[in-house]
T-cell receptor, first 113, second 111 residues
Framework: DGGITQSPKYLFRKEGQNVTLSCEQN?????MYWYRQDPGQGLRLIYY???????QKGDIAEGYSVSREKKESFPLTVTSAQKNPTAFYLC????????????FGSGTRLTVV | QQPVQSPQAVILREGEDAVINCSSS?????VHWYRQKHGEAPVFLMI?????EQKGHEKISASFNEKKQQSSLYLTASQLSYSGTYFC????????????FGAGTILRVKS
């Protein structure tokens, strides 16, 4: 079955370390997204990519970086510059950018210890 | 600009109806609705494009009032499985077609 796979499900990071969250999709979708979810705040857009080798900053990109070298993969790196990285991170994809419904992965819960 | 959802939370008994509203301060191109169960991924319910149409299936439907820049999600004869957090997401031309989510409405259906 097609879908989005995020790994790991849970991740613990020490302060000052960079960590990379994996996101892989086999839906043949062009567009991919990273959202951060905090309690009571809904989902906030970190980065998005409309097509391979292209990506743009969302609303809260500071302290994060991404790459889109392959259509199926859109990894997110949480750097030590992110001041409050503890959150639930969701990756999503859509067949094209904009009007179509999004398919979400099951998320990665990152905790800084 | 984040859309505003209301109510923030609602508790129902099985069989009762609920309406969740989503309002935007910007002209809308489309509205998405998603449901998320605790600790899981949001699941796409439906999308409404500008034109005031109403879409839905079974007992969950939605309307889109382009002039008022609002959308409403209707849940009729609620079931226990409807429990979760409902998010609307809005796409506006002023925001470059990016999907912006509301803060969510927590729905709990009791037996």
């Amino acid at each position: 079955d097609g879908g989005i796979t995020q790994s790991p499900k849970y991740l613990f990071r020490k302060e000052g370390q960079n960590v990379t969250l994996s996101c892989e999709q086999n839906l043949n979708h062009d567009a991919m997204y990273w959202y951060r979810q905090d309690p009571g705040q809904g989902l906030r857009l970190i980065y998005y990519s409309q097509i391979v080798n292209d990506f743009q900053k969302g609303d809260i990109a500071e302290g994060y970086s991404v790459s889109r070298e392959k259509k199926e993969s859109f990894p997110l790196t949480v750097t030590s510059a992110q001041k409050n990285p503890t959150a639930f991170y969701l990756c999503a994809s859509s067949i094209s950018f904009g009007a179509r419904g999004y398919t979400f992965g099951s998320g990665t819960r990152l905790t800084v210890v | 600009q984040q859309p505003v959802q209301s109510p923030q939370a609602v508790i129902l008994r099985e069989g009762e109806d609920a309406v969740i509203n989503c309002s935007s301060s910007k002209a809308l191109y489309s509205v998405h609705w998603y449901r998320q169960k605790h600790g899981e991924a949001p699941v796409f319910l439906m999308i409404l494009l500008k034109g005031g149409e109403q879409k839905g299936h079974e007992k969950i439907s939605a309307s889109f009032n382009e002039k008022k820049q609002q959308s409403s999600l209707y849940l009729t004869a609620s079931q226990l499985s409807y429990s979760g957090t409902y998010f609307c997401g809005t796409v506006t031309m002023e925001y470059g077609n990016k999907l912006v989510f509301g803060a969510g409405t927590i729905l709990r259906v009791k037996s």
